[in-house]
């Protein structure tokens, strides 16, 4: 079995020495092209992202809205595949070693790719985790374990509908973070708010040590610094894959992407400053 890196683990502890949040960035992979994408990709630690979430395009993305589901067909049309997924990730690799990289997507394309070949070139590209959002834990024998065997963190989701009885099940064999989908729905919602997260995060916190990230419906630095208040994580998507679908171009598609990510993380970092009066 593969060596754990232990990548998400101490970008959390560098996090919390600093006292502040991290950012997380969501990109479909191949998203508008292959080669824009993986500029975008290789750029993105330097912008500002502690974390990255690269999507595994898929024809049937469920849970997500409709930004990220243009943005997986953008991929999917230009020739994206899951070997070329993991390609942009050894690519990564060869330039940064630091920075966690979590695919994020859907089981059928493992199951299609077979669950160990897909795991072990998973763990020797450098991925560090996956977020795969229709597997519950009821199915951990299938993907999970089979994962972390492999030295992959397994990151499950938590939502507002995920009730005291449930969320034992759900942390049980979680690992890396717990991400909290903040709104009910899909990809994309409307704005949450700070003050209920707040709480809703709060009363995770006594079941779990683990980081807690949260996404869904952040889409501005104004609310990525409320959010990081609070939060060990803010997790941004769909306003990055809709600047990918506003661009003119692939180089204004990624430079785009850039200058949103530097925003972000911008807020991210002064959310805990102490407020100076003039």
């Given at each position: 079995?593969?060596?754990?890196?232990?990548?998400?683990?101490?970008?959390?502890?560098?996090?919390?020495?600093?006292?502040?949040?991290?950012?997380?960035?969501?990109?479909?992979?191949?998203?508008?092209?292959?080669?824009?994408?993986?500029?975008?990709?290789?750029?993105?630690?330097?912008?500002?992202?502690?974390?990255?979430?690269?999507?595994?395009?898929?024809?049937?993305?469920?849970?997500?809205?409709?930004?990220?589901?243009?943005?997986?067909?953008?991929?999917?049309?230009?020739?994206?595949?899951?070997?070329?997924?993991?390609?942009?990730?050894?690519?990564?690799?060869?330039?940064?070693?630091?920075?966690?990289?979590?695919?994020?997507?859907?089981?059928?394309?493992?199951?299609?790719?077979?669950?160990?070949?897909?795991?072990?070139?998973?763990?020797?590209?450098?991925?560090?985790?996956?977020?795969?959002?229709?597997?519950?834990?009821?199915?951990d024998a299938e993907l999970c374990?089979?994962a972390q065997a492999h030295g992959?963190?397994?990151?499950?989701?938590?939502?507002?509908?995920?009730?005291?009885?449930?969320?034992?099940?759900?942390?049980?064999?979680?690992?890396?973070?717990?991400?909290?989908?903040?709104?009910?729905?899909?990809?994309?919602?409307?704005?949450?708010?700070?003050?209920?997260?707040?709480?809703?995060?709060?009363?995770?916190?006594?079941?779990?040590?683990?980081?807690?990230?949260?996404?869904?419906?952040?889409?501005?630095?104004?609310?990525?610094?409320?959010?990081?208040?609070?939060?060990?994580?803010?997790?941004?998507?769909?306003?990055?894959?809709?600047?990918?679908?506003?661009?003119?171009?692939?180089?204004?598609?990624?430079?785009?992407?850039?200058?949103?990510?530097?925003?972000?993380?911008?807020?991210?970092?002064?959310?805990?400053?102490?407020?100076?009066?003039?």
């Open positions: 079995m593969t060596q754990r890196h232990d990548r998400i683990a101490r970008r959390f502890d560098e996090l919390k020495a600093a006292d502040r949040a991290g950012l997380v960035t969501f990109i479909s992979a191949g998203d508008p092209d292959y080669d824009t994408s993986l500029e975008t990709l290789l750029a993105l630690p330097e912008a500002g992202a502690d974390v990255i979430e690269l999507g595994m395009p898929f024809t049937d993305p469920m849970a997500d809205g409709p930004s990220i589901q243009a943005s997986t067909l953008r991929a999917l049309e230009g020739g994206q595949t899951m070997a070329r997924t993991l390609d942009m990730v050894r690519v990564l690799r060869e330039r940064d070693d630091a920075t966690p990289v979590v695919l994020m997507g859907y089981y059928n394309p493992i199951y299609c790719m077979g669950v160990e070949a897909f795991l072990a070139e998973a763990a020797e590209a450098g991925v560090d985790g996956l977020i795969v959002v229709d597997l519950p834990p009821e199915h374990l089979p992959l963190d397994f990151i499950r989701l938590a939502t507002p509908t995920t009730d005291a009885r449930r969320l034992p099940l759900v942390l049980e064999n979680t690992s890396g973070f717990l991400y909290y989908v903040s709104s009910t729905g899909v990809t994309g919602a409307a704005a949450p708010s700070a003050e209920r997260v707040a709480q809703e995060v709060e009363a995770i916190r006594v079941h779990s040590d683990l980081p807690i990230g949260v996404g869904f419906g952040i889409r501005t630095p104004e609310q990525a610094e409320r959010i990081a208040r609070f939060a060990d994580a803010v997790v941004v998507g769909s306003a990055l894959t809709d600047t990918v679908a506003a661009a003119e171009s692939p180089t204004e598609a990624s430079r785009g992407v850039l200058e949103l990510t530097r925003s972000l993380a911008g807020a991210v970092r002064r959310a805990r400053e102490p407020v100076t009066q003039d």
